[in-house]
């Protein structure tokens, strides 16, 4: 099992919109809709945002949208705000009850 | 309102056992199609999942370290346990437990994490 990868980094400007990517392989991303997405601020547990590839746990922001297609999996932030800096990390099934993460994107709004 | 909180000794020997404990509160942990897992993250790096178990004992690991790890569930005590053996300096981590809502699933409760530090 190898990470999924995710940019490093991606910045924006309040009010603009970004969109991380998450690249997989036909072994989880490509193969299950069980992507799930988590936002993580310093010293805090990462917060459930998308699962499901598009669908948002109650009390999760409606900024926060999800997509897949094929080996890669999105997030995009609508309307970017101060509070969404903060570390975000993609997750997939890869099968027989396994998870793989990816290596996370720190965003930064400008 | 669900919590988990995760707890264990805060240093840990080199070539020695970690071992971690997950409290459940407010729900039990025999809930039906529910999992329970481990997740770490190393200072400054991204995070890993370790492991999940049913309360029933269906246990599953990450392949890179299932020859070390052990999940154990104590439904008497709505607890769940990681057992890492022979750790290194490289498990050194933040250790996370968390809810999975069905097999395959989200992570969507998260405890707040314990810290552990693998130092002579």
Request: hydrophobic share 30%; glycine share 10%; charged share 15%.
């Amino acid at each position: 099992q190898s990470a999924l990868t995710q940019p490093a980094s991606v910045s924006g400007s309040p009010g603009q919109s970004i969109t991380i990517s998450c690249t997989g392989t036909s072994s989880d991303i490509g193969t299950y809709s069980l992507v799930s997405w988590y936002q993580q601020h310093p010293g805090k547990a990462p917060k459930l945002i998308i699962y499901e590839v598009a669908k948002r746990p109650s009390g999760a922001s409606n900024r926060f949208s999800g997509s897949k297609s094929a080996n890669t999996a999105s997030l995009t932030i609508s309307g970017l705000q101060t509070e969404d800096e903060a570390d975000y990390y993609c997750c997939s099934y890869a099968g027989s009850n396994t998870q793989i993460f990816g290596g996370g994107t720190k965003v930064t709004v400008l | 309102q669900l919590q988990l909180q995760e707890s264990g000794p805060g240093r840990v020997k080199p070539s020695e056992t970690l071992s971690l404990t997950c409290t459940v509160s407010g729900g039990s942990i025999t809930i039906a199609s529910y999992y329970w897992g481990w997740i770490r993250q190393p200072p400054g790096k991204g995070l890993e999942w370790i492991g999940s178990i049913f309360y029933r004992g269906n246990s599953f690991y990450n392949p890179s370290l299932k020859s070390r790890v052990t999940i154990s569930v104590h439904t008497s005590k709505n607890q769940i346990s990681l057992r890492l053996n022979s750790v290194t300096a490289a498990d050194t981590a933040m250790y996370f437990c968390a809810r999975i809502p069905k097999p395959g699933g989200q992570n969507d409760f998260w405890g707040q994490g314990t810290l552990v530090t693998v130092s002579s």
